[in-house]
């Protein structure tokens, strides 16, 4: 006979979180692409949460947008688009609280009436959406669907709420790159600007035979008079120069 933890997970489901979630991180390791994890996530999800027939993860963009990154169903999509169009539904009412949001037909139709309206006639009746928190920022929600009226229990976002350590591993993770990445390309932009200004500033020289410090003022009071950077400047003046 299966143990119970207070919080209504029995041990199989227990070993099934386990198993998921080194699935989940040897996935994110050997791609190292978020959207391609984020739609593991998602299957997980699926298969984890019993009542569960959709899932999907939402981001919010820089601007406050909201837009579906992962699902397991095309349905999940347009559920989704109903809840950005109408400003209102468990994702955002995640994000408002901070905390999982559960609700069934009835109470979906109280909380949203416009949204659970909506959704219904797409044949999904109940919600467990859970947000995505990362350095106290929320950057989204890791959401499955019901068809049933009462579609999710207890145990349910307990499950959910173990599958965000995941999900937060792998944005904590992508920001990271990203960074990485951002501040790679600014230094190789630097780099190659101070290589052209330092050809202009020789070719300067040696064509008005004045000093370097010379050279470069040349380059800098072209740019302010021209409101023009001084990389671009520098790339003029080398070519006509080279051509002269």
């Keep these: 006979m299966s143990g119970v933890s207070g919080d209504g997970l029995a041990d199989h489901q227990f070993d099934a979180l386990k198993d ?46 909201a837009t579906t990154r992962a699902a397991t169903d095309r349905l999940v ?15 955002l009412e995640a994000a408002r609280t901070q905390t999982i949001t559960r609700a069934d037909s009835e109470e979906a139709t109280r909380r949203w009436p416009s949204f659970a309206h909506s959704a219904r006639r797409l044949g999904v009746a109940s919600y467990l959406s859970a947000p995505i928190l990362l350095e106290g920022k929320y950057l989204g929600a890791l959401n499955v669907y019901s068809r049933e009226a009462h579609g999710f229990t207890r145990a349910d976002a307990a499950v959910l709420n173990v599958l965000l350590v995941a999900v937060r591993y792998a944005l904590d993770g992508a920001s990271r790159l990203e960074e990485a990445r951002r501040r790679g390309e600014q230094l190789e932009t630097a780099m190659k600007s101070r290589a052209v200004i330092e050809q202009a500033k020789g070719a300067i ?3 008005r035979r004045v000093s370097a410090d010379e050279a470069f003022q040349v380059l800098v009071t072209e740019s302010k008079n021209r409101n023009i950077k001084l990389r671009v400047i520098a790339e003029e003046m080398l070519r006509t120069l080279q051509e002269g």
């Design 77 to 91: 999509v347009d559920v989704d688009r109903v809840q950005y169009d109408a400003g209102d539904g468990p994702c």
């Design 20 to 65: 998921a979630l080194h699935s989940l991180y040897s996935e994110l390791d050997s791609a190292g692409r978020t959207d391609q994890f984020l739609e593991e996530v998602s299957r997980e999800a699926l298969a984890l949460v019993p009542g569960a027939h959709l899932a999907g993860v939402t981001v919010l963009l820089d601007n406050g947008d």
């Design 205 to 207: 020289m040696a064509a």
